[in-house]
């Protein structure tokens, strides 16, 4: 087993024993039964949190992207930008960091962007890429700003298809924003790392659940790159 992929099972028993991820019968937003459920608002404490940082800061430097800053989308990419600076800081690398508020400010500051000067290459950190809502608003203020956008950094990719539980898109949203924009969306893992994960486990506690993600990747999922 190579070191990303030692990262990525780490990182997949880290987000379990955090219970951000979890088995069993889930209605996602799309309205699909998932046997699985990722909630990256369960790194709600200064350790995890700390820990997480190191996961993305890894992934990003693994990756080989040549980046300048960091940027975080609210609300969740907020935390997840800083605590990615602060990791990447201590492996001797740092970089600033921005983020957006919601509504802009007509006094102080003023505007929506916060933080360090939004400019040069600059990755998008975020927990997942559902519908790629947030990605492309974005991509807009980055650029907007003068800025380019570098790559977008997930948790998790859930390699799944775009679309509801009948109508089912020929692309998932990582894909498309791949497409769309022309940058990397770097992940550090994917269902398939949780499904082999899953698979290496001797726990039957977690091989009960193989089965059912399986099912779930072969109807809804894309093909493995």
Same mark, same amino acid.
């Given at each position: 087993?190579?070191?990303?992929?030692v990262?990525?099972f780490?990182?997949?028993?880290f987000a379990?024993e955090?219970?951000?991820l979890s088995?069993g019968?889930?209605k996602?937003k799309a309205?699909?039964?998932s046997?699985y459920?990722?909630?990256a608002?369960?790194f709600?404490d200064?350790?995890?949190l700390?820990?997480?940082?190191?996961y993305y800061?890894?992934?990003?430097?693994e990756?080989?992207?040549?980046f300048?800053?960091?940027?975080?989308?609210?609300?969740?990419?907020?935390?997840?930008a800083a605590a990615?600076?602060?990791?990447l800081?201590?492996?001797n690398r740092?970089?600033a960091?921005?983020y957006?508020?919601?509504?802009?400010?007509?006094?102080? *500051?003023?505007g929506t962007? @916060?933080? /360090?000067?939004?400019?040069?290459?600059v +990755?998008i950190?975020d927990?997942?890429? #559902?519908?790629g809502?947030?990605?492309r608003e974005s991509?807009?203020l980055?650029?907007a700003?003068g800025?380019e956008?570098a790559?977008?950094?997930?948790a998790?990719d859930?390699?799944?298809?775009?679309?509801n539980a009948?109508?089912?898109?020929?692309?998932s949203a990582?894909?498309s924003v791949e497409? *769309?924009?022309?940058i990397p @969306?770097? /992940?550090i893992a994917?269902?398939?790392n +949780?499904m082999?994960y899953l698979?290496a #486990?001797?726990d039957?506690?977690?091989q009960?659940?193989?089965?059912?993600?399986?099912?779930?990747?072969?109807?809804y999922?894309?093909?493995?790159?």
């Amino acid at each position: 087993m190579n070191s990303k992929n030692v990262n990525q099972f780490d990182f997949i028993r880290f987000a379990l024993e955090a219970h951000v991820l979890s088995f069993g019968e889930f209605k996602t937003k799309a309205g699909r039964q998932s046997p699985y459920f990722f909630n990256a608002g369960g790194f709600s404490d200064g350790a995890l949190l700390g820990s997480l940082g190191k996961y993305y800061a890894n992934a990003l430097l693994e990756s080989g992207v040549a980046f300048d800053m960091l940027y975080g989308p609210a609300y969740k990419g907020i935390t997840l930008a800083a605590a990615t600076a602060i990791a990447l800081a201590h492996q001797n690398r740092n970089v600033a960091f921005a983020y957006n508020r919601k509504e802009a400010k007509d006094h102080g *500051e003023g505007g929506t962007l @916060v933080g /360090a000067p939004v400019k040069g290459r600059v +990755v998008i950190i975020d927990d997942v890429i #559902s519908a790629g809502t947030s990605v492309r608003e974005s991509v807009e203020l980055i650029r907007a700003a003068g800025a380019e956008p570098a790559a977008v950094l997930i948790a998790l990719d859930r390699m799944e298809r775009s679309g509801n539980a009948v109508d089912i898109g020929s692309h998932s949203a990582v894909q498309s924003v791949e497409q *769309e924009f022309g940058i990397p @969306v770097i /992940a550090i893992a994917s269902l398939s790392n +949780v499904m082999d994960y899953l698979d290496a #486990s001797k726990d039957p506690a977690l091989q009960q659940y193989l089965p059912a993600v399986t099912a779930y990747r072969k109807q809804y999922g894309i093909k493995a790159g």
